[in-house]
């Protein structure tokens, strides 16, 4: 393998670590969102 083929694949693959990192480190400091809870609103229906 020469210099320069490992210098790419070095790069490419630090490149996809990186991006990847980012967006997982992205969602998982996100706020989580409050969904209603649907027994209790099937609980408060009048029938």
């Known amino acids: 393998m020469t210099t320069s ?3 790419m694949i070095i790069l490419t693959q630090g ?3 990186g ?3 980012y967006f997982f480190r992205k969602v998982l ?3 989580a969102k409050l969904e209603p809870d ?3 609103e099937i ?3 009048s029938k």
């Open 29 to 31: 400091k996100a706020p």
């Open 15 to 17: 490149t996809v670590l």
């Open 5 to 7: 083929a490992l210098i």
């Open 38 to 40: 649907s027994f209790s």
């Open 43 to 45: 609980d408060n229906d």
């Open 19 to 21: 991006v990847t990192i």
